[in-house]
């Protein structure tokens, strides 16, 4: 698949997903870079604001199978990976599927599971597999998961660690629809006798490994490299930052920086291309001082900051 082909394909997920989703199309794409890019994505949101909509659409639209696992505080691992049960007849241990198995998993409300489900979720985000009983059981190929949070409700919550924060290629937020926006919404509802609107299938399972391919083949030139390097480096140098971007985030931008120039249409990376994605991927991976913690400093203005003092490369 070419680049212009990909780039149909994916304006082809955004007007569908798009016509059932109320939101601006700056979102969709952030969640798409996490599919094209082959990472996965955080949204952290208030209830109510179609997080779930958006993770099916999304699922409908590339052909995917989907399956939505509602996080708390007592969930095993067993209940996201799945586990052994007896069959009588044969006298055998048979394994069942948890709903981990599916090739976009909404994680609902991430948070509210304790460290080891987390744990076992970490494996499955970053191995693509999971170990149950010993056993390592592979898992659909695309994989993918939308992860969320409540940002409101903190009582009985287990914080995610860095190091699964990290893990996510993409940490966006939905938001309220403007004004004109909830009245469509409103209108679109009326239109309708079911709740939710129905999404299309665009592409088939195959298509979407193509499509995931295709960043492969971007060009990156060796400034933007250092471009890159700049940014990731700029941010362990600011002082309201206590831990910046680890080498892993560094790759992060790369690959989304890749990933957007596909869903754009084009053969090469630009320094857009790289600002358009910087604060999507390294915002979350900030760890602030203390000090800028207590002043409830934004992380998204820090990255815009350190964009605005890195010098960017001058394309010939």
């Known amino acids: 698949m070419d680049v212009t082909k990909a780039s149909d394909e994916c304006e082809a997920v ?5 016509d059932a989703v109320i939101c601006d199309r700056s979102f969709l794409e952030e969640i798409l870079v996490g599919v094209v890019g082959r990472g996965h994505v955080l949204l952290e949101d208030v209830p109510g604001t179609g997080k779930t909509l958006t993770a099916r659409s999304v699922a409908d639209a590339l052909g995917l199978s989907f399956s939505r696992i509602q996080f708390t505080p007592d969930l095993l691992p067993a209940d996201v990976t799945g586990t052994h049960v007896f069959n009588e007849r044969e006298r055998t241990f048979e394994f069942n599927e948890g709903p981990i198995f599916a090739n976009i998993v909404l994680a609902d409300e991430i948070n509210r ?3 080891k489900t987390q744990a076992a979720l970490l494996e499955a ?3 693509g597999q999971v170990t149950v009983d010993g056993e390592t059981r592979q898992l659909p190929d695309p994989f993918f998961v939308i992860a969320t949070q409540n940002p409101v409700e ?3 919550t287990f914080p995610l660690p860095e190091a699964q924060v990290d893990r996510f290629l993409v940490k966006t937020s939905m938001g309220y629809p403007d004004e004109d926006g909830e009245v469509e919404l409103l209108r679109r509802r009326a239109g309708r006798e079911t709740t939710s609107p129905t999404v299309e299938s665009v592409l088939e399972p195959d298509q979407v490994d193509h499509l995931r ?7 990156v030139d060796e400034d933007l490299l250092e471009y890159v390097a700049a940014i990731a480096r700029e941010t362990r140098t600011d002082g309201r930052v206590e831990v910046g971007v680890s080498p892993r985030g560094t790759q992060r931008l790369f690959e989304a920086a890749r990933a957007y120039a596909t869903i754009v249409g084009r053969e090469y990376v630009t320094p857009d291309d790289i600002k358009r994605v910087s604060g999507p991927v390294l915002a979350h ?3 602030l001082t203390p000090d800028a913690t207590v002043n409830r400093v934004d992380k998204a203005q820090i990255v815009d900051s350190i964009l605005e003092s890195v010098p960017v490369p001058t394309l010939e």
């Open 14 to 18: 955004l007007e569908t997903v798009g």
């Open 113 to 115: 599971a304790p460290p």
């Open 125 to 127: 985000m970053e191995e």
């Open 154 to 156: 903190q009582e009985g």
């Open 213 to 219: 391919s295709v960043p492969e083949t971007i060009r």
């Open 285 to 287: 991976r900030l760890v």
